[in-house]
Every structure is written in structure tokens, then in C-alpha cells.
């Protein structure tokens, strides 16, 4: 039982806002700071995006309009379901390869970040969040292993109302479907949750088809007046998520469709079965204090076949989280620690490609790999700890001072199965400091500015893709250091129905990693010395009327390399002064929702991103005479269109969407792959699509 109780989470309070907007927003309260505090006094950069914000998001298979009102938050839409999202906050994220890098998630307090820092968002069901809280910036001093911020994803499958079923339909262009059931209401003391559902997506590109499964089961039940217990349940299979991968500058803008003949041949694909659960106890000692805990594990089985590799990677992750919160009108105080393991079973054999008998059926993909000699047996394990403490004093009515502490210890370790069963490990630890500061300018307005130690290590896999392929952990790879310190001011003027929030930032960056690819498309990484990240982020929401609402988002950001020596064709080369690439130096969101009669919601976006360069040079490497617009991708806009009503049939339990992306039909690639080989660093993202949405109560 004590075990049980061993573990954290994030607390605060949860947003008080209705289905539809209002006029004055009630006062927001964040669980992401694992510290109970209301919105506009939080001593950092935080956002929420709730359900009204949701309900725009046009495409069901990815974040990207999302964060459309959250500055500092830039995704990649990959158009490629096998690699995911690309979500980057404040230049950090962008060398992610797959997934999410440098940015700790979660899905109802529990981590979908692995210990070794790396996340996967394949199982999150779109048509179930209820909102998301955002910290921006590095926040080690709480959550160790994240230099770029924390996502924190609440469902909304549980409900206080009687049983009820919720089917929905989702249909949408490229061969999108999507068939899901929602079976929620009160259940013995509390409130229960299920949801299944399946999907299918052809895709805009060749072979980038996919198929998924899922099902999500949550309960909520007071045991006591004092003890509240959270169970949740979260399954997701995919039996092919086929990868098309990147292209070069010319075909990206001609044939965007195009897959490259030594992605076919190799049957370039994921293939995914993973399980994850939780148990949250929250016990309120007295009405100071109080102790929440969580105990989670999650199974994940991978099958990666990529050009030159078949990965087969078997993995258990499992932790516990435990906080315990004392607060006062005048201090609040917050301690506990986080333990997390990572267990793998690593096999890497050759990629011989497919079958010739293979008829292109992505059922059959797998069946039909051929596999040659092994390259990788080993076994990866991650352990890690981290006690921390963090305390908020109010010093006057208007200055509230914050600061914090945290200890983080990571063992890396492979042993490898063939040969002379060698061993290698790895330790990293840091102690992370944070302090900073609120002030009330006003009722309405407040200043507040932070400094902020944090640290990020390698993932296995950065760590085993050596550059000279062998297995074990390169020793030569060292965790990213950041010392931050950003300022900010941020208000709610209830009386011009007007929010803000803007803020200035400046990260200094020690051995940040950086990706490359060898001539088989193999990822493997290094430190580039220092780089300097610093940025501008501003966010104007203003609700006139219960009519409209409409917001703008800027994010300014400029990332470049202090400290860079690379070897090229034997020689090297300091890159000091260039911009990192992947990451764009503007970004501009802009909304316009309006609201008819509680029963017709329509929303327009846009979003514009500027000009990135695609690799460190900046250019040609040394040597190639090629012209410098093959390395950058080019400035877009995207123009989206959402409608909604509800009360379809007059029952006011039916509901129909429609959505538009990328409304005028413009040519432009929504992510890159940073130092990619061959010069293929560009993902194009899809022509104009069309989605429908169709649910009701039962």
C-alpha cells in the first residue's frame, strides 16, 4: 500500500468555463504546476486551451489547430501518422525524428512521456479531450526530464449525468474514417468512462496508409470525504502505420504524392500494440494538506522496419509519482519525488526489403518483410529519481515569490546479447534550480519573471544510434544543459471582455543535440557546444459579445548555434551564428468564432509560418554548388473553416461538424527533417481536405 501511494501529479484546479464562451471568463486555475494556484498569478509562462478552443480544431488527426491561441507552441503536421506530430515550444522539439522530444505529456496525470524523455501521442483519441494545460519554457525544478515545457491532456469521458451512449462518425477526405462510442454516467460513488474506436486513414501521400484501435476506460470514485481514487485504462493497436517518408526540394513541390523507391522497397512502417494503466489516490490529510500519489506502467511492442533496419522493440515502463501539498492563505508548499524505469528488449536486423509476391495490401506489409542478419540484441534499461521541493510565499497582498529545487539521477544501461555480452552504462544527474516572482499590478493585471535551471538527456534510441551503427550507448553524447530566465506580463480586463499574455525569453544551451542522417537514412546524434534560444510570445483574446470571439497569436523566435564545430569532407567548420533549423522565426495564429442561438458555431483560422532553413549550414554544405533555396522552406499560409450545429433534429442530442483545411489550396510542406541525407528534408502537407463529424446521445 505504500507503494501505492508513492508518486505525483500535477494539481492545481481546472478551468471553470462553459460549452459555449462568455463574455468574462471565470478565474482559470492550472493543474500543470503541481502547485494550487489561479492562472494569472503563476510566477511562469501557462495557457489552457478548453473546450470551446477544442471544438474548432479542424483535422481529427492531429494537434496542429489545436494550439492555434497558445503562443510559443509551434506543430509540424507531418501527414505521415507513423512519425506523428512534431510539437515544438520555444525552439525546443524540433529535432524530434518521431514523436514528441523535449516536452513532458501527459493523458489524465499520467506520464505518456517515457523516462529516457522521449513521448508517443499515437493514443490520443482527438474526439475525447476535454482541455489542455500548457507550461512553456523549462520547468525541471518540477518535472526533471523536460526542457521545453508540459502538456497536460484531461479526457472527457466521465460525466456526473445518468448513463449515457454517444456514437460518433467521422468522415473526411483521403479515405478518413473514424467510428467511435462513448458509455459514460454515475457509477457506485463516482463517475465512469469508456470509449472505443477504430479508424482508417488512406492518406494524401502513397504508402501512408494506417489503421488504428482503441479504447479508453476511466473511473473517478470517492471513496471517503478524505480519498478519492482515479483508475484509467488506455489500449491502442495499430497494425500498419505505413511511413512515406521526406522528399527532396523539387518533387516536394511537383509530385508532392511521391514516395521515394527505397521507401516502397524497404516497406518502410510501424506497427504498434501498446497498454497503459494508472491508479491515482488523492488523500486530504486536513484542509491544509493533502497527498496525491500515482502508480502507472505502460507496455509498448513496436515493429519499425525503415530503409536500412527491421526494429523489433519490446518495452515496459512502469513508475510512481508522489506529492505532498501543504498550503496556507500565505504559503504553499509542495514536495514529493518521481521514480521511473524503462525496460527494452532491443532487435535490429537487416532490411532486405519486401516479397516480390507482396501485392501492396498494408494488411500484409509485415507478413511479407524479409529479414537478414541481426545488427542489435540488447537489452536498455533506464532508471531514474528525482526529489524535489517547491514553496510559494506571499509576501504582500500583490508579491507572491516562488522557488524551487530538484535533484535528477539517470542510470543509462545496455547489455548486449551477442558477442562478449558486454556491458556499458551511462550516469547523468543534475541538480535544477528555479525562482522567480509575481506581481499584481492590479486586480486585473500582473507581472512576473522566472530563471530556470533544467537539463534533458539523450533517449535510447539517440544513445544507441551511434554513427558507426554498432550497438551499446555512445559515450561521446552528453544531456543538453539550459539555463533560462524569461519575463512576462499577462491580464484579464473583465470589464473590455479582453485577455492577454506576452512574454520575453532567453535559454542558453549547453551540448544541445543535434540530428544527422548517414547514407542509409540512420539518425544518430551530437552535441553542438552552445546554441542561444530567445523569443517573443504574445496572445490578445477579446469575446464582445456572446456572439463572437475572436485572438491572435504571435511567437517571434530566434535559435542559433554560439558554439558549433562540424567536420565536413575532413575539414571543420564553426557554424556560430546560424539559425538552428526546423524552426521558423514567425508565427502568426488568428481565430474569429462566432456563436448563433446556442446552436450554430462557426470558426475561421489562419496560420501563417515563415521561412526555416532545413539544415546547420544554412545553406550548401562546403563543396556543392547548390543553390541555397533547395535548403529553406518557404513561408505558408493556411486558411481553415470550421461549422458546427447542434440541436440537428430539434432532440438536442445530435450534433453535425464540418471542417475545411487548408481552405484555398495552397502548395506547402508542413514539417522538414532537419540534416537530412540526399537533401530529402521536406514533408508536404496535403491539399485542400474536407472533414464531417456526426454524434448523439442515446
Given at each position: 500500500?505504500?507503494?501505492?501511494?508513492?508518486?505525483?501529479?500535477?494539481?492545481?484546479?481546472?478551468?471553470?468555463?462553459?460549452?459555449?464562451?462568455?463574455?468574462?471568463?471565470?478565474?482559470?486555475?492550472?493543474?500543470?504546476?503541481?502547485?494550487?494556484?489561479?492562472?494569472?498569478?503563476?510566477?511562469?509562462?501557462?495557457?489552457?486551451?478548453?473546450?470551446?478552443?477544442?471544438?474548432?480544431?479542424?483535422?481529427?488527426?492531429?494537434?496542429?489547430?489545436?494550439?492555434?491561441?497558445?503562443?510559443?507552441?509551434?506543430?509540424?503536421?507531418?501527414?505521415?501518422?507513423?512519425?506523428?506530430?512534431?510539437?515544438i515550444?520555444r525552439?525546443?522539439?524540433?529535432?524530434?525524428?518521431?514523436?514528441?522530444?523535449?516536452?513532458?505529456?501527459?493523458?489524465?496525470?499520467?506520464?505518456?512521456?517515457?523516462?529516457?524523455?522521449?513521448?508517443?501521442?499515437?493514443?490520443?483519441?482527438?474526439?475525447?479531450?476535454?482541455?489542455?494545460?500548457?507550461?512553456?519554457?523549462?520547468?525541471?525544478?518540477?518535472?526533471?526530464?523536460a526542457?521545453?515545457?508540459?502538456?497536460?491532456?484531461?479526457?472527457?469521458?466521465?460525466?456526473?449525468?445518468?448513463?449515457?451512449?454517444?456514437?460518433?462518425?467521422?468522415?473526411?477526405?483521403?479515405?478518413?474514417?473514424?467510428?467511435?462510442?462513448?458509455?459514460?454516467?454515475n457509477?457506485?460513488?463516482?463517475?465512469?468512462?469508456?470509449?472505443?474506436?477504430?479508424?482508417?486513414?488512406?492518406?494524401?501521400?502513397?504508402?501512408?496508409?494506417?489503421?488504428?484501435?482503441?479504447?479508453?476506460?476511466?473511473?473517478?470514485?470517492?471513496?471517503?470525504?478524505?480519498?478519492?481514487?482515479?483508475?484509467?485504462?488506455?489500449?491502442?493497436?495499430?497494425?500498419y502505420?505505413?511511413?512515406?517518408?521526406?522528399?527532396?526540394?523539387?518533387?516536394?513541390?511537383n509530385?508532392?504524392?511521391?514516395?521515394?523507391?527505397?521507401?516502397?522497397?524497404?516497406?518502410?512502417?510501424?506497427?504498434?500494440?501498446?497498454?497503459?494503466?494508472?491508479?491515482?489516490?488523492?488523500?486530504?490529510?486536513?484542509?491544509?494538506?493533502?497527498?496525491?500519489?500515482?502508480?502507472?506502467?505502460?507496455?509498448?511492442?513496436l515493429?519499425?522496419?525503415?530503409?536500412?533496419?527491421?526494429?523489433?522493440?519490446?518495452?515496459?515502463?512502469?513508475?510512481?509519482?508522489?506529492?505532498?501539498?501543504?498550503?496556507?492563505?500565505?504559503?504553499?508548499?509542495?514536495?514529493?519525488?518521481?521514480?521511473?524505469?524503462?525496460?527494452?528488449?532491443?532487435?535490429e536486423?537487416?532490411?532486405?526489403?519486401?516479397?516480390?509476391?507482396?501485392?501492396?495490401?498494408?494488411?500484409?506489409?509485415?507478413?511479407?518483410?524479409?529479414?537478414?542478419?541481426?545488427?542489435?540484441?540488447?537489452?536498455?534499461?533506464?532508471?531514474?529519481?528525482?526529489?524535489?521541493?517547491?514553496?510559494e510565499?506571499?509576501?504582500?497582498?500583490?508579491?507572491?515569490?516562488?522557488?524551487?529545487?530538484?535533484?535528477?539521477?539517470?542510470?543509462?544501461?545496455?547489455?548486449?546479447?551477442?558477442?562478449?555480452?558486454?556491458v556499458?552504462?551511462?550516469?547523468?544527474?543534475?541538480?535544477?534550480?528555479?525562482?522567480?516572482?509575481?506581481?499584481?499590478?492590479?486586480?486585473?493585471?500582473?507581472?512576473?519573471?522566472?530563471?530556470?535551471?533544467?537539463?534533458?538527456?539523450?533517449?535510447?534510441?539517440?544513445?544507441?544510434?551511434?554513427?558507426?551503427?554498432?550497438?551499446?550507448?555512445?559515450?561521446?553524447?552528453?544531456?543538453?544543459?539550459?539555463?533560462?530566465?524569461?519575463?512576462?506580463?499577462?491580464?484579464?480586463?473583465?470589464?473590455?471582455?479582453?485577455?492577454?499574455?506576452?512574454?520575453?525569453?532567453?535559454?542558453?544551451?549547453?551540448?544541445?543535440?543535434?540530428?544527422n542522417?548517414?547514407?542509409?537514412?540512420?539518425?544518430?546524434?551530437?552535441?553542438?557546444?552552445?546554441?542561444?534560444?530567445?523569443?517573443?510570445?504574445?496572445?490578445?483574446?477579446?469575446?464582445?459579445?456572446?456572439?463572437l470571439?475572436?485572438?491572435?497569436?504571435?511567437?517571434?523566435?530566434?535559435?542559433?548555434?554560439?558554439?558549433?564545430?562540424?567536420?565536413?569532407?575532413?575539414?571543420?567548420?564553426?557554424?556560430?551564428?546560424?539559425?538552428?533549423?526546423?524552426?521558423?522565426?514567425?508565427?502568426?495564429?488568428?481565430?474569429?468564432?462566432?456563436?448563433?442561438?446556442?446552436?450554430?458555431?462557426?470558426?475561421?483560422?489562419l496560420?501563417?509560418?515563415?521561412?526555416?532553413?532545413?539544415?546547420?549550414?544554412?545553406?550548401?554544405?562546403?563543396?556543392?554548388?547548390?543553390?541555397?533555396?533547395?535548403?529553406?522552406?518557404e513561408?505558408?499560409?493556411?486558411?481553415?473553416?470550421?461549422?458546427?450545429?447542434?440541436?440537428?433534429?430539434?432532440?438536442g442530442?445530435?450534433?453535425?461538424?464540418?471542417?475545411?483545411?487548408?481552405?484555398?489550396?495552397?502548395?506547402y510542406n508542413?514539417?522538414?527533417?532537419?540534416?537530412?541525407?540526399?537533401?530529402?528534408?521536406?514533408?508536404?502537407?496535403?491539399?485542400?481536405?474536407?472533414?464531417?463529424?456526426?454524434?448523439?446521445?442515446?
Open positions: 500500500m505504500a507503494l501505492i501511494l508513492v508518486f505525483i501529479l500535477l494539481h492545481e484546479k481546472t478551468v471553470a468555463q462553459s460549452v459555449l464562451y462568455e463574455t468574462q471568463l471565470d478565474s482559470v486555475v492550472v493543474s500543470v504546476g503541481r502547485v494550487n494556484n489561479e492562472f494569472k498569478i503563476l510566477p511562469y509562462s501557462a495557457s489552457i486551451i478548453d473546450s470551446n478552443q477544442l471544438m474548432g480544431a479542424i483535422n481529427p488527426l492531429s494537434l496542429k489547430e489545436v494550439f492555434i491561441s497558445t503562443p510559443g507552441v509551434i506543430v509540424n503536421n507531418r501527414f505521415n501518422l507513423a512519425q506523428g506530430d512534431r510539437i515550444i525552439g525546443l522539439g524540433s529535432r524530434a525524428q518521431f514523436g514528441v522530444r523535449g516536452i513532458k505529456i501527459f493523458l489524465d496525470d499520467i506520464p505518456l512521456t517515457f523516462p529516457d524523455g522521449q513521448s508517443q501521442l499515437n493514443n490520443l483519441n482527438m474526439s475525447y479531450i476535454k482541455n489542455i494545460e500548457v507550461v512553456r519554457g523549462p520547468n525541471s525544478s518540477l518535472y526533471g526530464n526542457s521545453g515545457g508540459v502538456i497536460s491532456i484531461k479526457s472527457n469521458l466521465v460525466s456526473k449525468e445518468n448513463i449515457y451512449i454517444k456514437p460518433e462518425f467521422n468522415y473526411g477526405s483521403f479515405g478518413f474514417w473514424k467510428f467511435g462510442v462513448d458509455l459514460s454516467g457509477l457506485l460513488s463516482g463517475s465512469s468512462g469508456i470509449n472505443i474506436y477504430t479508424s482508417n486513414y488512406d492518406g494524401f501521400r502513397n504508402h501512408s496508409e494506417s489503421r488504428m484501435y482503441g479504447a479508453n476506460i476511466i473511473s473517478n470514485q470517492s471513496i471517503s470525504d478524505k480519498l478519492n481514487l482515479t483508475l484509467l485504462l488506455n489500449y491502442y493497436y495499430t497494425p502505420l505505413l511511413n512515406p517518408s521526406s522528399l527532396n526540394k523539387e518533387d516536394a513541390e509530385d508532392p504524392t511521391k514516395v521515394r523507391e527505397s521507401i516502397i522497397n524497404s516497406g518502410s512502417a510501424k506497427k504498434v500494440n501498446q497498454t497503459q494503466a494508472g491508479v491515482t489516490l488523492n488523500y486530504k490529510i486536513s484542509d491544509l494538506s493533502s497527498i496525491k500519489s500515482t502508480i502507472y506502467a505502460i507496455k509498448r511492442n515493429l519499425n522496419s525503415i530503409p536500412s533496419r527491421i526494429i523489433d522493440l519490446d518495452r515496459l515502463s512502469y513508475g510512481l509519482r508522489n506529492t505532498f501539498h501543504y498550503q496556507t492563505n500565505s504559503v504553499n508548499i509542495i514536495a514529493g519525488f518521481d521514480l521511473e524505469v524503462q525496460d527494452d528488449i532491443r532487435l536486423y537487416r532490411n532486405e526489403g519486401v516479397e516480390n509476391s507482396w501485392n501492396g495490401d498494408p494488411s500484409e506489409l509485415f507478413d511479407n518483410l524479409i529479414y537478414g542478419e541481426i545488427l542489435l540484441n540488447q537489452d536498455e534499461f533506464v532508471f531514474g529519481i528525482g526529489p524535489f521541493i517547491r514553496a510565499f506571499e509576501i504582500t497582498e500583490n508579491l507572491l515569490i516562488a522557488g524551487g529545487l530538484r535533484y535528477d539521477y539517470f542510470n543509462f544501461k545496455v547489455e548486449e546479447r551477442t558477442g562478449d555480452n558486454a556499458h552504462e551511462k550516469y547523468m544527474d543534475k541538480i535544477s534550480p528555479t525562482v522567480g516572482f509575481n506581481y499584481s499590478i492590479s486586480d486585473y493585471i500582473n507581472i512576473y519573471s522566472s530563471i530556470t535551471s533544467s537539463f534533458q538527456t539523450p533517449t535510447t534510441n539517440e544513445l544507441s544510434n551511434t554513427p558507426s551503427g554498432e550497438g551499446g550507448l555512445n559515450p561521446l553524447l552528453n544531456p543538453e544543459v539550459i539555463n533560462s530566465i524569461e519575463a512576462g506580463i499577462k491580464g484579464d480586463v473583465s470589464s473590455l471582455n479582453i485577455d492577454f499574455d506576452a512574454a520575453i525569453f532567453l535559454m542558453d544551451i549547453t551540448d544541445q543535440l543535434v540530428v542522417q548517414n547514407i542509409f537514412e540512420e539518425s544518430y546524434y551530437t552535441n553542438s557546444g552552445k546554441s542561444e534560444n530567445k523569443g517573443f510570445e504574445f496572445a490578445l483574446n477579446w469575446t464582445p459579445s456572446e456572439l470571439r475572436t485572438g491572435l497569436t504571435y511567437s517571434n523566435n530566434n535559435m542559433i548555434f554560439k558554439d558549433y564545430v562540424v567536420k565536413h569532407n575532413n575539414q571543420s567548420y564553426q557554424l556560430n551564428g546560424n539559425y538552428l533549423p526546423g524552426i521558423p522565426k514567425h508565427q502568426i495564429n488568428y481565430y474569429l468564432s462566432l456563436n448563433f442561438m446556442d446552436k450554430l458555431f462557426a470558426q475561421a483560422t496560420n501563417y509560418t515563415s521561412e526555416m532553413f532545413v539544415n546547420d549550414f544554412n545553406g550548401s554544405p562546403p563543396g556543392l554548388d547548390s543553390p541555397q533555396y533547395n535548403y529553406i522552406n513561408a505558408y499560409h493556411l486558411v481553415g473553416f470550421t461549422i458546427i450545429y447542434r440541436d440537428l433534429i430539434g432532440s442530442n445530435m450534433n453535425l461538424k464540418l471542417g475545411v483545411e487548408n481552405l484555398f489550396n495552397i502548395r508542413g514539417s522538414i527533417v532537419p540534416n537530412a541525407f540526399g537533401n530529402n528534408f521536406y514533408e508536404p502537407g496535403s491539399d485542400r481536405a474536407f472533414f464531417v463529424s456526426l454524434n448523439f446521445r442515446l
